[in-house]
Structures are given as structure tokens and as C-alpha cells.
């Protein structure tokens, strides 16, 4: 509903009759990528805002646990839902027009949360702000638009990363305000920083020259949005649910028939939301396959290390860290993300982004080698935490390079977009599947049932197996004429 009246007041703007705003200057590379960066970050940070305060959730709102868990999962749906939708309406209407409208949301739904302090305007406000999603696969094809070609790998580099740093250094500082102050001063605080970043973005960033002429796919938005919206809502409640009962049985049957007509009314169109001929060729293809690997393996981190920071050392492997505690210990793995952001755009220049994201996908793999063996003390964790946030920080570098490298300039915001929803499947898939291992692998320690040793065991096995499965699947990945040349860090 939030996204259709989006769509409504873009589509019935005259995009001529705009005057020039003081973007329209040329502005140096660096200033840009700052800019779009920092959008990046303030929105991811929003998926990892209200974690510190998910215990005390339902007698803040005065709920029950069950009803509670809503705020977390309105954000999930309406970014899955927004983040193919706005990266259309980026190519279409200018991918500026769109990040600001994507701020826009994130302001008005922080607001939202600010003020009230009942479950329905919370679910409101968490899902306006998940409708911001969107800005980070629009800076990334806003940097493609604007940049030589020489400086796009390292800025990509440079942006994919922040899909890390802020969920990263969202934790520590979330759950710092959650313990000195207000719960509500966290969406006080995020509306001001989308404010100061709509008017940075307003100011410094210019509006791409590249649009794709049409009409905007309005069943086409509508379908999609039911389909997944469907899929994930199946797949965040089975556990809780019941994965054969007749909810979760009828939305996936509901995801498989409308994503079956949504597909053939896609195909058929002339202005398609998604341009299934070209997400069909094997290189956009396998590699949106792959990243749905590679969010699985990278949940496996966001989800399990911190259960193990913060369980008890009586259960003979917790390590008995607060919240705050927990995500210090974490959140050097965001910087590890944005270091490595350089050297993942020398080797993309080097060797491709094919052999980069196969490479990423290996320090993964690797880093949850180390999980597996080292446990014992916080400082193995970080070690591990840091190996498998660099291994994310390269793969996800390469993702947009991959794509980008398979579509026409005038689809790059939708193709990316479509990407980022590939890593949230990914990621959604991966949350329901850890749930399920470590709620069903437990111990009774004080009346209280907690994951066993061999549950986080296991939760690290399958994110191995999810790291080599998107190696795999990124070999596979042919690798023909490029239609951006290589950038060179």
C-alpha cells in the first residue's frame, strides 16, 4: 500500500517541468561516493536498529512476543517488496528523484516509530522505513551513471560494503541508546540522519542523464509485491507457524501460482518491471543465484555469533557478554568490510568479478572454518567474525560489477535492484533455517531452553556448505564481452 502511493505520486510528476536544482553541478568522484555511501549505511543500519530492544518489545507496545516479532518482519517484507519496485522507478524516473523519495521514507517512518508507542504504528513506521532499501542498489547504479569508468569498481567496492557497515555498527550503537536512554530516542536519532542525508543528497548529487522510456508496470508491481510478500512471510513465520500448517502451506502455494501468472504477464508486457529475457541470461542469472547463496551464508553470522557472545558460561561454551559487549566484539567486521572495499576493486581489475566473488565466497567459507574450531573466547570470534565480514565485503563488491556487466546501461537500477532482493531471499532463508537449528538443538540450563554446542556447530556447518554452494554456482558464470570496462583501483 505505502509503495503504491509512492508509485503514484512519481509516476504523475512531469519530470521536464522540474527545475534545476543545485545537484546539477558537476561534483568530484569522491564527494559522491561519501554521499551515497553514507546513505548506504543509515540504511542498512535500520535492519539492525531495534535488535537491542527486541526482548523488551512487547511491554513497550504492550503485546505479546509473538505480535511483537511484526516489527522486525514489516521491514523485511516492505524492502523485498520496495527494492525491485524503486530501482525500476529509478531507471524510469531518475535514480535521485527515487533515493530521495526512498530517504523520504525512511524519515517519515522513523518519525512514525518516534511518536507512538503501540504495536500497529510501530508495524506502520518499520515498514515505511524498510521502503528505504531501495537506496543502496540506486547509489550503486547512480555511481555507474556518473563516474569514469575508471573510478566505478572501487566506488562500487566502496558502496556494496556499507551493506555490512551499518548492520555492523548498527548493534553496538542501538544497543548502547536502548541502555542509556528512551527507546524511542533510536528512531529520533534515525530520523535526523535521513534528514541531513536527504538535504546532502539534494544538494551534491546530480541526476542521472540515463532513463528508460515506458509506462510503469503497475500489475506487474502488484504481483510481485503479493508474491513475495507471500514467500517471505512463509518462510520468517514457518518456525513459529508451523511449517505443514495451513498458513505457511497456502502462501507458498500462493508465491508459486501468482509468481507463475505474474511471470507470464512480465513476459508478455512491453514495459516489464522485470526484464525476464535479460535476468535469464546465464550471467545475470547464475549470479543472482549465487548471491542468494551468499546472503544465506552471511546471516549465519548476523544471527548465530551473537547468540553465542551473549550465553551464559554455565552452559559450558557461552561467553557470557551483554548486548553491548557482543556487538563491540562484532562490529570490527564492518571496518574489515570497508578496508578490504579496495582490494576487492584490484582484483576485480586484475582477474574480473567472476574469480572476486569465488574468492570472496572462499574467505567465507574459510571464516566459518574458524567458527567451527574457535569458540573458546571472544577474541576468536572476532577473529572469525572479521575473516567472514571481509569474505562478504569482496563478494558483495563483485555482485554489482557482475550484473552490470550483463544488462544495458538503461537497466542497471532495476537489475540491481533485483539483486539486492536475491541476498534478502538469501538472508530470509537463512534466518528461518538457523532459527529452526537452534531452537530445536537445545538444553535446559535455569528453566531456560538455550542452543547447544553442536547447534552452533551445525549453524556453521550449513553456512559452509551455503559458501561453496555459491562457489560453485559463480564457476558456472560465463564471462563474454563486458559493457562497462574494468575499473582500475
Known amino acids: 500500500m505505502h509503495m503504491m502511493c509512492i508509485l503514484h505520486i512519481v509516476t504523475s510528476v512531469d519530470t521536464d517541468a522540474l527545475p534545476d536544482t543545485p545537484a546539477t553541478a558537476p561534483r568530484p568522484a569522491a564527494v559522491l561516493v561519501a554521499v551515497l555511501a553514507g546513505c548506504g549505511i543509515v540504511v542498512s543500519l535500520m535492519q539492525t536498529l531495534v535488535i537491542p530492544i527486541v526482548p523488551s518489545l512487547p511491554l513497550f507496545l504492550s503485546t505479546t512476543p509473538a505480535d511483537a516479532s511484526w516489527v522486525i518482519t514489516a521491514t523485511l517484507l516492505a524492502g523485498a517488496v520496495a527494492t525491485p519496485i524503486s530501482g525500476r522507478l529509478g531507471d524510469m524516473f531518475g535514480k535521485r528523484r527515487i533515493l530521495l523519495a526512498s530517504l523520504g521514507m525512511l524519515i517519515l517512518g522513523s518519525l512514525v516509530c518516534a511518536s507512538f508507542s503501540s504495536l500497529v504504528p510501530m508495524i506502520v513506521?518499520?515498514?515505511?522505513?524498510?521502503?528505504?532499501?531501495?537506496?543502496?542498489?540506486?547509489?550503486?547504479?547512480?555511481?555507474?551513471?556518473?563516474?569514469?569508468?575508471?573510478?566505478?569498481?572501487?566506488?562500487?567496492?566502496?558502496?556494496?560494503?556499507?551493506?555490512?557497515?551499518?548492520?555492523?555498527?548498527?548493534?553496538?550503537?542501538?544497543?548502547?541508546?536502548?541502555?542509556?536512554?528512551?527507546?524511542?530516542?533510536?528512531?529520533?536519532?534515525?530520523?535526523?540522519?535521513?534528514?541531513?542525508?536527504?538535504?546532502?543528497?539534494?544538494?551534491?548529487?546530480?541526476?542521472?542523464?540515463?532513463?528508460?522510456?515506458?509506462?510503469?508496470?503497475?500489475?506487474?508491481?502488484?504481483?510481485?509485491?503479493?508474491?513475495?510478500?507471500?514467500?517471505?512471510?512463509?518462510?520468517?513465520?514457518?518456525?513459529?507457524?508451523?511449517?505443514?500448517?495451513?498458513?505457511?502451506?497456502?502462501?507458498?502455494?500462493?508465491?508459486?501460482?501468482?509468481?507463475?501468472?505474474?511471470?507470464?504477464?512480465?513476459?508478455?508486457t512491453r514495459s516489464p518491471l522485470v526484464d525476464l529475457a535479460v535476468s535469464a541470461r546465464p550471467r545475470v542469472l547464475l549470479t543472482n543465484l549465487a548471491s542468494i547463496a551468499v546472503g544465506f551464508a552471511m546471516y549465519g553470522m548476523s544471527l548465530v555469533m551473537p547468540q553465542l557472545l551473549q550465553a551464559p558460561t554455565?552452559?559450558?561454551?557461552?561467553?557470557?557478554?551483554?548486548?553491548?559487549?557482543?556487538?563491540?566484539?562484532?562490529?570490527?567486521?564492518?571496518?574489515?568490510?570497508?578496508?578490504?572495499?579496495?582490494?576487492?576493486?584490484?582484483?576485480?581489475?586484475?582477474?574480473?568479478?567472476?574469480?572476486?566473488?569465488?574468492?570472496?565466497?572462499?574467505?567465507?567459507?574459510?571464516?566459518?572454518?574458524?567458527?567451527?574450531?574457535?569458540?573458546?573466547?571472544?577474541?576468536?570470534?572476532?577473529?572469525?567474525?572479521?575473516?567472514?565480514?571481509?569474505?562478504?565485503?569482496?563478494?558483495?563488491?563483485?555482485?554489482?560489477?557482475?550484473?552490470?556487466?550483463?544488462?544495458?546501461?538503461?537497466?542497471?537500477?532495476?537489475?540491481?535492484?533485483?539483486?539486492?532482493?536475491?541476498?534478502?531471499?538469501?538472508?530470509?532463508?537463512?534466518?528461518?533455517?538457523?532459527?529452526?537449528?537452534?531452537?530445536?538443538?537445545?538444553?535446559?540450563?535455569?528453566?531456560?531452553?538455550?542452543?547447544?554446542?553442536?547447534?552452533?556447530?551445525?549453524?556453521?556447518g550449513i553456512s559452509i556448505v551455503a559458501a561453496l554452494a555459491a562457489i560453485a554456482l559463480t564457476a558456472c558464470i560465463p564471462m563474454g564481452a563486458k559493457t562497462v570496462t574494468a575499473p582500475r583501483a
Open 125 to 268: 513506521g518499520r515498514a515505511l522505513q524498510g521502503l528505504a532499501v531501495g537506496a543502496i542498489p540506486l547509489g550503486i547504479s547512480i555511481l555507474r551513471d556518473e563516474l569514469p569508468a575508471e573510478k566505478v569498481g572501487s566506488a562500487i567496492a566502496m558502496m556494496s560494503a556499507t551493506l555490512g557497515v551499518g548492520g555492523a555498527i548498527g548493534l553496538p550503537f542501538a544497543a548502547v541508546i536502548a541502555q542509556n536512554a528512551d527507546w524511542h530516542v533510536l528512531f529520533w536519532i534515525s530520523a535526523a540522519l535521513g534528514a541531513v542525508l536527504a538535504a546532502v543528497v539534494f544538494v551534491l548529487v546530480p541526476e542521472s542523464p540515463v532513463r528508460t522510456p515506458g509506462r510503469f508496470d503497475f500489475l506487474g508491481a502488484i504481483g510481485l509485491s503479493i508474491a513475495l510478500t507471500s514467500l517471505l512471510l512463509a518462510i520468517s513465520k514457518g518456525s513459529t507457524w508451523g511449517w505443514s500448517s495451513a498458513s505457511i502451506l497456502g502462501l507458498f502455494a500462493t508465491a508459486i501460482v501468482v509468481l507463475l501468472v505474474w511471470g507470464a504477464w512480465e513476459l508478455r
Open 314 to 460: 554455565a552452559t559450558g561454551y557461552g561467553l557470557g557478554q551483554s548486548m553491548v559487549a557482543a556487538g563491540l566484539v562484532l562490529a570490527p567486521g564492518g571496518l574489515m568490510m570497508m578496508l578490504l572495499s579496495p582490494v576487492s576493486a584490484r582484483l576485480t581489475a586484475a582477474r574480473g568479478p567472476k574469480v572476486t566473488l569465488m574468492v570472496g565466497c572462499g574467505v567465507i567459507a574459510t571464516g566459518y572454518v574458524s567458527a567451527f574450531l574457535m569458540m573458546n573466547n571472544r577474541w576468536e570470534v572476532m577473529a572469525a567474525s572479521m575473516i567472514i565480514a571481509g569474505g562478504i565485503g569482496i563478494a558483495y563488491a563483485a555482485m554489482p560489477a557482475l550484473i552490470m556487466g550483463g544488462v544495458p546501461l538503461s537497466e542497471t537500477a532495476a537489475a540491481n535492484g533485483l539483486n539486492a532482493l536475491m541476498r534478502s531471499i538469501g538472508t530470509s532463508t537463512s534466518a528461518a533455517v538457523m532459527s529452526v537449528v537452534l531452537a530445536h538443538m537445545t538444553m535446559s540450563l535455569g528453566g531456560h531452553q538455550l542452543p547447544t554446542r553442536d547447534a552452533f556447530h551445525t549453524a556453521f
